[in-house]
């Protein structure tokens, strides 16, 4: 089985910083690409970033500027580093990964229970 545990999220206030982290776990035989997504109250989730492999990023326009995604691929973890914080940053942030078990052929996605970011004064 394979486990994507998030960490870092709380409260901070507007033009504050925070950094997430995500560490897969598992029967790991390959991680792939790596990235956030996040969901506000009553709104679908969306695409925040992601990274390959190769260690390539990638930004919505929103964050763009103001977040930087990295990856350990040693720790098989992905970190995000907010800066600049919005209350529209305000939301639940899922880790995703595209991940290859020991044994399987193809990667699956998997996802983290959340960690919830709050930006409010």
């Known amino acids: 089985q394979v486990q994507l545990v998030e960490s870092g999220g709380g409260l901070v206030q507007p033009g504050g910083s925070l950094r997430l982290s995500c560490a897969a776990s598992?029967?790991?035989?390959?991680?792939?690409?790596m990235g956030w997504y996040r969901q506000a109250p009553g709104k679908q989730r969306e695409w925040v970033a992601h990274?390959?492999?190769?260690?390539?990023?990638d930004y919505a326009g929103s964050v763009k500027g103001r977040f930087t995604i990295s990856r350990d691929n040693a720790k098989n973890t992905v970190y995000l580093q907010m800066s600049s914080l919005k209350p529209e940053d305000t939301a639940v942030y899922y880790c995703?990964?595209?991940?290859?078990?020991?044994?399987?052929?193809?990667?699956?996605?998997?996802w983290g229970q959340g960690t919830q970011v709050t930006v409010s004064s």
């Open positions: 995703n990964a595209a991940i290859r078990r020991v044994g399987d052929v193809y990667a699956n996605d998997y």
């Open positions: 990274v390959s492999s190769g260690g390539s990023p």
């Open positions: 598992g029967s790991i035989a390959n991680t792939n690409r």
